[in-house]
Each structure stands twice: as C-alpha cells, then as structure tokens.
C-alpha cells in the first residue's frame, strides 16, 4: 500500500514531489511565497474580489428564501439545487477540462455566473422574484460550477508550478475565506441598508476582476495528453486512478461524509439566527463572517505547513476541532457562544479541508488533474444535497438545534474513523 511520504510516479514517469525542494519543514520564503509568481498575484486579487461577491449574494439568497417561505425545508431544496448538477454531470467536467484550455474555460464559466447574478438582481428588484426562479438559477449556477471548480483547482500548478503547489492551495483557502469573512457581513448590512437586490447586482460586478486577471495573465500552451481518446475512455481512466490510488481514495471518502453529512448544518444557520438567537439579516451575516475570520486564522496558520506530516497533523486536529464547534453551536442559544463557535469551526473546516486538497493533488499527474479533481469535487460537494435534503428535514421535523448537533456528531465520528485507519491511508508516523 502507497505511504503518503512517498513521492507518487505520474503515468509518465516523473516523480510528483511532495515536499518543495530545499525548504523541509522551515517554509523556506515564507507563508506567502506563492505570489511571487506574477500569474498567481493576478489571480489572487482577482478571484478574493470575486468570491467576496459570491459570498455576499449566498448569504443574501438564503436570507431571500427565508423571507419568501420561512422554511428550513426550502432552505434545503436551494442547496439541492445547488449542488445536483455536480452529482450529475461532476465527473464528465473533469474530462472537459483536461481536453481544453483551462483559462479560456475559466473565463466562459466565470462570464456566465455574473449573469446569473445580474438575473437574480433584476428579478429582485422588479418584485418578480419568486423561490421557483431561485431555484432554478441556483441549479444553473450548480451545472456552471462543476466546470468552475475543476478547473480552477487543476490550473493553480500552471501558475505556481509543484514547488509551491501546497501553499498556494493554502493562501488560495486564505482567500476564499478571507470572502466569507467580508462577503455575509457585508451582505448583512446592505440587505439592512439597500435591500437583497443589491448584493446580486454586486456580486456580478466583482466578476469582472478575476475575469480581467485571467486575461491578463501569460501562461504557456498545455499539453493536451489523449485529445484525441473518447470520453468514456477518459472518464475510466480517471475513476481508475483514484480506486488504484488508496490514500486518495480514502481521503475522498472522508471528504464526502463530513461535507454531506456533517458540514451541512450551514443549510440551518439563517434559521438559527432568526428564531434560535432572535436576531436578523446582519446577525446571520455576522454569524457567518465569524466563522470566515476563522478561517483565515486557519489559513494563515497552513499556509507555513510544507511537509506531509505538518499538513496531515492540520487534517487530523481541523477535523475534530470544527466537530466540536458544531455541536457547541447547535447547542447555544447566546450569540456571544454562537459567534465563538463559528470563528472555532472556521479555524478547523479551513485546516481540515484545505489540507485534504492539498494530500490530494500531491499525488496527481498533470494530464489527469481534472478529472482526479472532478473526483475529488463530487466527494466534497456532490455530496451536498443529499446532506442538504437531510439536515432540512431534520431541522423541520426534530428542531434545528438537534439537526445541528447530530451534524457535529457526524463530523467526530468521521475524525474517530480517521484515527482508527491512520495506517490504512498511508497517513501514520513517517518510518524511522
């Protein structure tokens, strides 16, 4: 069975390195060393303009359903909504983005989601809004993202190159976060001061700054390995790649059952800030910012991590911290407790999941990134709405309190499992 301390052999012979050369455990250039590359400055800034603005219109989209249909149960057919396209359509994206050029389709999903968002405003403002035509584009916006996501992951090494693969994942987690940090309180404030519509109509104007940085970078041709093979070829050989890789496999399958079944409480989060904590819009916003400046306390703290066992400590203690957040959340009726919960699960949703990519793509040749990391996105949000549909129907039938601490529960039986089966993933103690 393959050790995690092992460099894996790519199908065409070349060792992928795991740990960046000359730097060890120190850090070498330090927490930040990935924008030195002028190409990942330009993303960087782009896509956390980008994803403050996506963050903001999720928080202003939940709190919408809640004011149309006051359900959790609707609450969790968005998300299904949401998340489906990937279930379905997930792992053939992955071979789309190895057959083409992974800027070029950045850029066409990214002009497509800020059309989404400018609909989403129009119908807002013109009164038209119904929760069937939310639906509906959130569904759209699931079927443009399982391209989105894959693409974005397998095009960081094009940027970065594999020396600074691993921090670059960790400041790209830095960002997303450092967005749901801004985004939801932001969201929070002007729902309060200019009304939901405006946080759509934001949202799709901060696409044009990762789409003006995707084109102004200059990245190299690619090559293309077996354009010319069909698709279910493709899809095979990829699926084949996991199943025979076991510490991928595995770290997909803990994937999929803490973020379907565990991290899923989000869903509930609008509910318990209105009939939980007697708040409003800017308590949710402030509810879910919290939790993003969590996550970039956990961001920063791993963007230092360079060696598998740093990394793979991360995993082990982000996992159980976020469990013990959650069910401390779903327990508290303070906001003050609610607010150190969220900032607690931050901290160790950020930790656990990016260093799961980052184990990830460790171990995967260039010519079949998208398709291992169409994988990996069916594990990590394909999973969703299922999870979605299940918390909602908790949350309706036995409180949203309980929902939420069952999800928790989930969440620490997952990181038990883990401990249990360190060896079997090839994740124990490096060999003497």
Request: charged residues 10%; aromatic residues 10%; hydrophobic residues 50%.
């Amino acid at each position: 069975m393959p050790d995690i301390d092992t460099a894996p052999v790519t199908q065409t012979g070349q060792s992928v390195p795991l740990e960046p050369p000359g730097e060890g455990a120190s850090g070498g250039r330090g927490a930040f060393r990935a924008l030195r590359h002028r190409n990942y400055r330009l993303y960087f800034f782009g896509q956390l303009t980008s994803l403050a603005g996506t963050w903001m219109q999720s928080a202003a989209q939940a709190w919408l359903v809640l004011k149309l249909t006051n359900s959790s149960t609707m609450l969790g057919v968005v998300s299904f909504a949401q998340f489906t396209p990937i279930l379905l359509v997930g792992l053939f994206a992955g071979v789309i983005v190895d057959r083409l050029d992974r800027r070029r389709l950045i850029i066409t999903t990214q002009i497509l989601l800020m059309l989404s968002a400018f609909t989403l405003a129009a119908l807002t403002w013109t009164g038209a809004v119904r929760v069937e035509y939310v639906i509906i584009l959130a569904a759209f916006n699931g079927t443009v993202s399982s391209f989105d996501m894959p693409g974005r992951q397998s095009f960081v090494v094009e940027m970065v190159g594999y020396e600074d693969l691993a921090n670059a994942i960790a400041l790209n987690s830095m960002m997303f976060n450092s967005a749901r940090m801004l985004g939801p309180a932001a969201a929070g404030l002007l729902i309060a001061w200019l009304g939901i519509g405006t946080c759509f109509f934001l949202n799709g104007v901060s696409f044009l700054a990762v789409i003006w940085s995707l084109f102004q970078m200059e990245i190299p041709a690619r090559v293309i390995a077996g354009a010319g093979a069909r698709m279910y070829h493709q899809l095979r050989e990829g699926l084949a790649y996991v199943w025979s890789n076991r510490p991928i496999f595995y770290q997909m399958a803990l994937a999929a059952v803490t973020n379907g079944f565990g991290y899923t409480y989000l869903v509930l989060v609008p509910l318990f800030a209105r009939n939980v904590l007697h708040g409003d819009a800017r308590t949710f916003g402030f509810l879910v910012g919290v939790q993003g400046l969590g996550s970039v306390v956990g961001a920063a703290t791993l963007a230092s991590r360079v060696t598998t066992r740093g990394i793979r400590n991360n995993l082990i203690a982000g996992l159980f911290l976020s469990a013990a957040g959650i069910v401390v959340f779903g327990m508290s009726r303070s906001i003050a407790l609610s607010m150190a919960a969220q900032f607690v699960i931050g901290t160790g949703l950020t930790n656990f999941r990016a260093s799961n990519n980052t184990l990830v793509q460790m171990f995967v040749s260039d010519d079949l990134r998208g398709r291992v990391m169409s994988t990996y996105q069916l594990a990590t949000v394909g999973m969703a709405p299922l999870g979605a549909l299940e918390v909602g129907y908790l949350g309706s039938h036995l409180g949203p309190m309980q929902a939420v601490v069952i999800c928790g529960a989930v969440t620490m039986i997952s990181g038990i499992v883990l401990l249990t089966r360190l060896k079997s993933i090839g994740m124990d103690a490096p060999r003497s």
